[in-house]
């Protein structure tokens, strides 16, 4: 698993920082919904970027950025992530990690070792429905687990949720919700479904607005805020 994209600056990606946006190919899921299936489907057929240039030019551009958002695809699967990280934190710079939360190991360590500021886990649908996802096994106690681990940390979190029909509805809301209750963040997102990896889920009519925000309000039982983005 390589280092796939690099792209500028984001403010969004990053609440409250000026971050630069790197791609990591390959992911442990295939969701038919997922927004990035070149990362996902055909890694190999991207080039890798030398993680010595890409990390000169964080160097060069620490001045005006905050930090690196770093998403994919999915970074835990690579095990020079711990090492690259290092790297970046002796800049300077802040790291906030997108990931599917799947690797509790992995984030455990990066978490111990504080290299990781902001952490947003991706809450795709309820933890039974989860092996559906992949063609290969997929263990829903391994998110389970990394909730609970990141319960315990002292670490800027964000649990987002896409809303997919026919993967999330208010009944979903409210398993997750039991799942994350007292957590101080969860973002729900509008679907948007040009660019899905399936044939299905690009046909997939999104949700109304006013069904959004009636999920939020749910949502909003569980966790300490909870925001809408996308509509």
């Known amino acids: 698993m390589g280092i796939k994209g690099f792209q500028g600056t984001s403010l969004l990606d990053f609440p409250g920082r000026i971050a630069s946006l790197v791609f990591w190919g390959g992911c442990n899921l295939t969701c038919p919904f997922c927004h990035n299936p070149a990362l996902v489907l055909e890694p190999e057929a991207l080039p890798d970027l030398d993680r010595s240039e890409l990390l000169a030019g964080l160097a060069a551009r620490k001045s005006f950025i905050d930090g690196i958002v770093v998403s994919g695809g999915e970074p835990t699967l690579d095990r020079g992530l711990p090492d690259f990280l290092t790297r970046v934190k002796a800049l300077g710079l802040e790291v906030k990690l997108d990931t599917n939360g799947l690797a509790p190991k992995v984030l455990g360590e990066l978490i111990s070792r504080q290299l990781v500021d902001y952490l947003a886990i991706d809450l795709k649908t309820t933890p039974e429905r989860y092996p559906e996802l992949h063609a290969a096994p997929v263990s829903p106690g391994q998110l389970i687990e990394t909730i609970a681990l990141c319960g315990q940390a002292k670490i800027e979190l964000e649990y987002r949720t896409t809303c997919v029909p026919g993967w999330v509805d208010e009944g979903v809301i409210s398993v997750l919700g039991e ?53």
């Open 179 to 231: 799942l994350i209750n007292g957590s101080a963040f969860w973002a729900l997102q509008q679907y948007h479904p040009e660019h899905a990896l399936c044939a299905n889920a690009r046909a997939a009519v999104p949700y109304p607005p006013e069904r959004i925000q009636a999920m939020a309000e749910l949502a909003s039982r569980y966790a300490q805020r909870v925001m809408v983005r996308g509509l």
